[in-house]
């Protein structure tokens, strides 16, 4: 009896942890229509104009279907394909990248606390996501200084 309940728990802690994953990407333009607004930071036209969104262009037709290239040129190339339900490759490395799989925090009603929408899998990314791509595996790393990379790519909001 004991080892059954044991089995149990095995099989429900492991149940738990898989449910963590189950959050999908749903792609940018489920973001842009709240994060679009100058006032608020002009967040998805800020991405647009990044090398970010573009990192696709940068390979050919050949290296776009490598997963050697596209796992690091693509949000799409870097997650499981049974988690993308809106994501698109040509998206590069889209919002998701960094803040993490918006299937459950992207509704208004959870964004608008920073706790339920982390609770959903919303990430306030730090260096270590960015290093996760940002390193020698990539044929033109020629280092990476966070503090001056963040400033490239920083998308805050206006302070009031
Ligand atoms: C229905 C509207 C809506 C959608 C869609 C939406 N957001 Fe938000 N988001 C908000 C609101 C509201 C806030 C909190 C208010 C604020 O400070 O701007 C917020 C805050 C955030 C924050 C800051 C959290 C914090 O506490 O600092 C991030 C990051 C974010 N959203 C990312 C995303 C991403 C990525 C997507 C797409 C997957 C997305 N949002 C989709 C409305 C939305
Ligand atoms: C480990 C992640 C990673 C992998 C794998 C990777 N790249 Fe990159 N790539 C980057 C990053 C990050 C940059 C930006 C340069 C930098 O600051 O390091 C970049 C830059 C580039 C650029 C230069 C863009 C420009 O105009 O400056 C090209 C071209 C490129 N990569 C092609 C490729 C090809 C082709 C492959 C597959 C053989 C590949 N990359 C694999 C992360 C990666
Ligand atoms: C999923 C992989 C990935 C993640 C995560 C990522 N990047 Fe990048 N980043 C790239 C690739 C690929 C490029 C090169 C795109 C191109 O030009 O083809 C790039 C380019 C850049 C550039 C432009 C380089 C230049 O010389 O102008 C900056 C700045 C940058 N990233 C900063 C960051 C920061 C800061 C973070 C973390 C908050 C981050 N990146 C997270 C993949 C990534
Ligand atoms: C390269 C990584 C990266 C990408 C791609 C990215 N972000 Fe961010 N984002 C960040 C970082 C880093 C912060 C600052 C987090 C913090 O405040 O701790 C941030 C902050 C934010 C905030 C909060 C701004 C504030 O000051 O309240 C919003 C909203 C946001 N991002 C939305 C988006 C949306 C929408 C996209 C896609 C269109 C996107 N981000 C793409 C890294 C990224």
Redo the contacts with the bound molecule.
């Keep these: 009896m004991r080892i059954l309940i044991l089995i149990f728990m095995v099989a429900f802690i492991g149940n738990s942890s898989l449910k963590a994953q189950e959050f999908t990407y749903v792609g ?1 333009n489920k ?2 229509m709240c ?1 679009n607004k100058v006032e608020t ?1 002009g ?2 036209a800020q ?1 647009v104009e990044s090398r ?1 969104s573009k990192a696709m262009e940068s390979l050919s037709a050949t290296e776009a279907l490598d997963p050697k290239c596209n796992k690091c040129h693509s949000t799409h190339g870097s997650v499981k394909i049974d988690l993308v339900t809106g994501l698109k490759v040509t998206e590069g ?3 998701e ?3 993490g799989p918006g299937s459950a925090y992207f509704p208004n009603a959870i964004m608008k606390s920073r706790e339920a929408s982390m609770a959903k899998g919303l990430i ?2 730090t260096e270590k ?2 290093v996760t791509c940002h390193n020698p595996e990539s044929k033109h790393y020629k280092g990476f200084n966070y503090k001056e990379a ?1 400033a490239k ?1 920083a ?3 206006p302070a009031a």
Excluded: D, E, T
Aim: aromatic content about 8%; some cysteine.
């Design positions: 940018a973001c842009k994060h930071g967040q998805y991405w970010h490395v889209s919002c990248s960094c803040h306030l990314p996501v960015c963040l790519v998308h805050p909001k």
